[in-house]
C-alpha cells in the first residue's frame, strides 16, 4: 500500500475519459483502461467533467459518441440484413470501421459470427453506459479552479503563438485546472495525460514551464507493452 501512494498523480484530459467511457470500442480504449484499472491517483476538473457529460441540454462528448457507435453498428447490421454490406464500406464509419475491418482481417468471420459480434457491441453500450460512467465518477477525484490566473493564461498564449502552435482556449482552461490542483495542493510531480497531440504535446514545454504541472504525458505511453 505504501509503494501505491508513492505514485505521481495523474490529472486527465477529456480524450482519457471518453476512451475509458467507450471501452472496449474506442480507439484510445486500451490506454484508457489501463490507466483506470492502475494505481495511480486520478483527478480531473469541473470544465473536463462539462466536456465529457455535459450539463443540462449539452450531453456531453461521451454521450455523443456513444450514440454515434451505436448508430454505426446499427448501419452496418442493416447492410448485412439487405444484403448490401463490403469490407470498402467500413471507410464511411469514423468510429467502427477501423475496428471492424481489423476484425474481418484477423478473425474473418462469417455474417452470422459479425451479426452477433455487433449484436453484442450493442447491448454493451446500451446496458453498460450508466454502469461506467458511475465507476469513472467514483474512480477520478473532481477538483474546482476558482482562480482565474489571467498572468499566466496571457503567457501562454504568447509562447504559443510564438512557437506556431495551433491555440485552443479550452485547453488553457484544462491546464490551468491542473496547475491550481498542484498549487492548493502543494503537488510537485502532478503529470497531466491526454492524447491531444496537436494542442497538447506540442506545447508540452511550454505547458510545464507556465505552470506547475510536472509532466505531459501522451496516452499511448500507457498501451500495454507486447
Not at 74 to 79: E, S, V
Not at 132 to 143: D, E, G, M, N, P
Not at 213 to 221: A, R
Request: charged residues 25%; neutral net charge; aromatic residues 10%.
Amino acid at each position: 500500500m505504501e509503494s501505491e501512494n508513492l505514485l505521481p498523480p495523474l490529472f486527465l484530459d477529456s480524450n482519457v475519459i471518453v476512451g475509458h467511457q467507450l471501452s472496449p470500442y474506442h480507439r484510445i480504449s486500451e490506454p484508457s483502461d489501463n490507466i483506470f484499472q492502475g494505481k495511480h491517483p486520478l483527478w480531473w476538473s469541473d470544465k473536463v467533467r462539462f466536456e465529457c457529460y455535459g450539463h443540462g441540454k449539452y450531453h456531453g462528448v461521451c454521450h455523443t459518441q456513444c450514440r454515434a457507435f451505436i448508430r454505426e453498428i446499427l448501419r452496418i447490421k442493416y447492410a448485412i440484413d439487405k444484403q448490401t454490406f463490403s469490407k470498402e464500406q467500413l471507410k464511411q464509419y469514423k468510429y467502427l470501421g477501423k475496428i471492424v475491418e481489423k476484425l474481418l482481417t484477423e478473425q474473418n468471420p462469417t455474417e452470422e459470427q459479425l451479426l452477433i459480434w455487433l449484436d453484442l457491441s450493442l447491448q454493451s453500450y446500451r446496458n453498460n453506459y450508466n454502469i461506467k460512467k458511475a465507476y469513472i465518477l467514483q474512480r477520478l477525484t473532481l477538483h474546482t479552479r476558482e482562480t482565474d490566473y489571467p498572468a499566466i493564461t496571457n503567457r501562454i498564449k504568447d509562447l504559443i503563438s510564438e512557437a506556431h502552435i495551433e491555440r485552443d482556449d479550452s485547453d488553457i482552461e484544462i491546464w490551468l485546472d491542473a496547475h491550481d490542483l498542484a498549487v492548493t495542493r502543494d503537488i510537485k510531480d502532478l503529470i497531466f495525460v491526454s492524447d491531444n497531440s496537436t494542442h497538447v504535446t506540442k506545447a508540452a514545454h511550454i505547458i510545464c514551464d507556465c505552470t506547475k504541472i510536472n509532466k505531459i504525458q501522451e496516452l499511448k505511453n500507457y498501451c500495454t507493452q507486447h
